[in-house]
């Protein structure tokens, strides 16, 4: 990856910036799908933890023209590790089947329908394991052993990434897709059994690129920001259109959850680009904080991926609703990205957050941040090794909040192979609790989550 800013002279809206970097080292697609079992284990597994540990890359199949290619098109490669009674029993990966991958690999399957291949993240929600991708194809479910079985009848659009609320078992969504809604974009709710509940169109100036979004006790916070589809990329036969958009108007929205769209209270920020939201919540004078991963720029003049224009760093956004204010801080100037917290402080007040640190073509540590205090702390994965998104999983019966595992897959240079690594997020100084190798690599990716058995 390159973290390094271009100084190209102007806006580029054709088909990419050059060769893609996102085809190359450890971007670069593996070709198989395997399966293992009885890994081997350096270090101790927690025995409490019985179940997936699962995530979701693009991974694409076949050629690739690596002069349009685009990171986020890949067709998607969900890669999952079973952990059981202390034992890393299996480790596979499987593409996520769309009619064009199943006719590429000469295979037929009845019944549901594939449309698209969701390679953004994994999730498990109701009992049921879904593949998720934000704009167009719809969730593919998947089964326990990661096979595809199609999308789920009855769902239709929705987003990479839904906000889990602790107090309801609820998902909430903001769902986008340029290409059909145009004009609007959804807030949709499903239920703790996976049902849809609730499904409201708000009505947008634009077709703005929505990945994330933040729900607190009382809202659904959109982030209205400008990158939005370029006519120009698509009139050049871009297959991933969005680019910077001086001329969109940056503001962040906040919906009452049960409220209308047309009571919406928007607040401007300065020009930014963000995908993720580590967390946010209101405060005691009624006032939303918002904690996120902020670039300057985006898809300006690097438009093959996220990380050549600007480098994330780590912000915090307090809305005065009132006054319809936002205060903008930096929390930490370092890069970081993919940002996750507590499962169970979602929307809720919080103190600790977990993000990849990002070096030069690296990913080269864990940062824990003391949202209390400001004091970080980070557990370096060592030379030419590369980390990815830290899962936060509470240890049984813990009380304090960072009293729990994080969960993260490591990419080796020298081996050319990666690891699932298990820290003790309370002292991350101590180095990995275990490491399950294996002997193939996982390529750089997006989103996943630990999932119990006693939930799947
Ligand atoms: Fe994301």
């Not at 009293?403 to 080796?412: A, E, I, N, R, S």
């Not at 490491?435 to 630990?450: C, D, E, I, Y």
Request: proline fraction near 8%.
């Amino acid at each position: 990856m390159g973290c390094s800013r271009s100084n190209g002279p102007a806006p580029d809206t054709s088909l990419g910036g050059g060769p893609s970097v996102y085809l190359s080292d450890n971007f670069a697609p593996v070709t198989e799908e395997v399966t293992l079992t009885e890994l081997e284990v350096i270090g101790s597994i927690p025995r409490e933890l019985n179940g997936r540990f699962l995530r979701n890359g693009p991974n694409p199949l076949g050629d690739t023209d690596a002069e349009s290619y685009h990171w986020f098109i890949g067709d998607g490669m969900v890669h999952g590790l079973r952990f059981e009674d202390g034992r890393a029993d299996w480790y596979r990966n499987r593409w996520v089947r769309s009619e064009g991958l199943v006719d590429a690999l000469g295979e037929s399957i009845d019944g549901r329908s594939l449309m698209g291949s969701p390679n953004t993240n994994i999730i498990a929600h109701g009992g049921r394991t879904w593949a998720i991708v934000e704009s167009g194809a719809p969730p593919a479910e998947m089964t326990y052993e990661l096979d595809t079985l199609g999308t789920t009848p009855g769902w239709g659009r929705y987003t990479a990434h839904p906000k889990f609320d602790p107090d309801t078992g609820e998902l909430h969504t903001l769902a986008y897709d340029w290409a059909s809604l145009r004009d609007h974009i959804q807030y949709v709710v499903m239920d703790a059994n996976a049902q849809e509940i609730k499904r409201v169109n708000i009505p947008m100036q634009g077709m703005t690129m929505i990945h994330d979004m933040s729900l607190t006790k009382n809202y659904v916070v959109i982030f209205d920001l400008p990158v939005t589809v370029s006519f120009a990329a698509l009139g050049l036969g871009a297959d991933f259109p969005f680019r910077w958009d001086n001329d969109h108007e940056p503001r962040v929205g906040l919906l009452l959850r049960n409220g209308s769209p047309a009571d919406i209270v928007w607040s401007s920020i300065s020009p930014n680009y963000a995908y993720h939201p580590m967390n946010a919540y209101e405060d005691e004078s009624g006032n939303v904080v918002i904690d996120i991963c902020r670039y300057d720029k985006m898809f300006e003049q690097d438009t093959n991926g996220p990380f050549g224009d600007s480098d994330p760093r780590l912000d915090r956004w307090t809305i005065n609703p009132r006054e319809r204010r936002v205060t903008e801080e930096i929390v930490d100037e370092r890069p970081q990205e993919f940002p996750r917290i507590h499962p169970d402080l979602n929307s809720k007040p919080y103190r600790y957050g977990y993000t990849v640190g990002l070096g030069e073509k690296s990913f080269p540590a864990i940062y824990k941040q003391d949202m209390h205090t400001g004091v970080a702390t980070s557990f370096e994965v060592g030379p030419a090794r590369h980390s990815a998104e830290p899962v936060f999983v509470p240890r049984e019966g813990a009380e304090a909040e960072d009293d729990g595992y994080l969960m993260t897959c490591v990419f080796d240079e020298q081996r050319q192979a990666s690891e699932f690594i298990i820290l003790d997020a309370q002292d991350l100084a101590r180095g990995p609790l275990a490491q399950a190798m294996l002997p193939v690599r996982v390529p750089f990716g997006f989103h996943g989550n630990w999932v119990p058995d006693s939930t799947a």
